[in-house]
């Protein structure tokens, strides 16, 4: 997953120690991105229940011509990042939509697909290296979740699977 997250970060122009928006991520997969309130040819009922919902993150609504992605606007901004990350994340590893789930109306979810898009979702925004490149200038974690726009949960969870020490 880190090779991948590499891999794309390099085509894309961008350092291991550079902050990767998921918007740079959104103009190169020609992506729109819809919220809630701006999702289109969706049921009213539908569009309530992800509007009135904290319960799910974002979801790929069409694959392709163009991909379309809705996310949930009620997360904090840093947030919504890490789940377009996540998107974008299936969309590199070239998951199966699932669309919505008929009964909880919110996205519907494959456990080993979500596995690793919270995996890859998560090198894209903080990759190792740059996670290290952080660590060595003494960065706080509050300090490496502004530097990549990242929640500080995040920074904790790359911290934790990077077998990184922080002092
Ligand atoms: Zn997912």
Known sequence: MEAIATDQRHHLGFKAYQPLSAEVLATYFQATIFTAET????????????????????????????????????HAPTRQESNLMHEFAHVILKHKMVGFDPKTGLPQRRPQDEDEAVYLGGCLQIPRRGLLWAVQKKMTVAQIALHFNASEEMVNFRINVSGIDIV
């Open 39 to 74: 999702v289109p040819n969706t049921e009213p009922e539908q569009v309530k229940i992800l509007c009135d919902s904290d319960n799910w993150s974002a979801g790929i609504i069409r694959k392709k011509n163009p991909l379309c992605i809705v996310h949930n606007s009620r």
